[in-house]
């Protein structure tokens, strides 16, 4: 098993930046694919960036040019560095593991991008 536990969000004003990162534990040996999606309220989760265990990424078009996904393997950490944060970044924001054919995710961290 993996447990994932994220840290990093809040309220920001519009135009801002915050990095969110995720901590994994347990069966990490295994982990190949990180990654992040986020839930607004009345919408459905969505994609934001993924970033294999060699350090290829991919990126929703809603992120591209201002989040950075990142993780460290030493460190059992993936980061999403968000820039120019608009409202509606404005989610829940869920970090997940790919490990041995499962998949984990993390309880969230809320970011509110509001002036």
């Known amino acids: 098993q993996v447990q994932l536990v994220e840290s990093g969000g809040g309220l920001v004003q519009p135009g801002g930046s915050l990095r969110l990162s995720c901590v994994a534990s347990?069966?990490?040996?295994?982990?190949?694919?990180m990654g992040w999606y986020r839930q607004a309220p009345g919408k459905q989760r969505e994609l934001v960036a993924v970033i294999t265990k060699g350090g290829n990424t991919n990126y929703a078009d809603s992120g591209k040019g201002r989040f950075t996904i990142s993780r460290d393997n030493a460190k059992n950490t993936e980061y999403l560095q968000m820039n120019s944060l608009k409202p509606e970044d404005t989610a829940v924001y869920y970090c997940?593991?790919?490990?041995?054919?499962?998949?984990?995710w993390g309880p969230g961290t809320q970011v509110t991008v509001s002036s």
């Open positions: 997940y593991a790919d490990h041995g054919g499962l998949r984990s």
């Open positions: 347990g069966s990490i040996f295994n982990i190949y694919t």
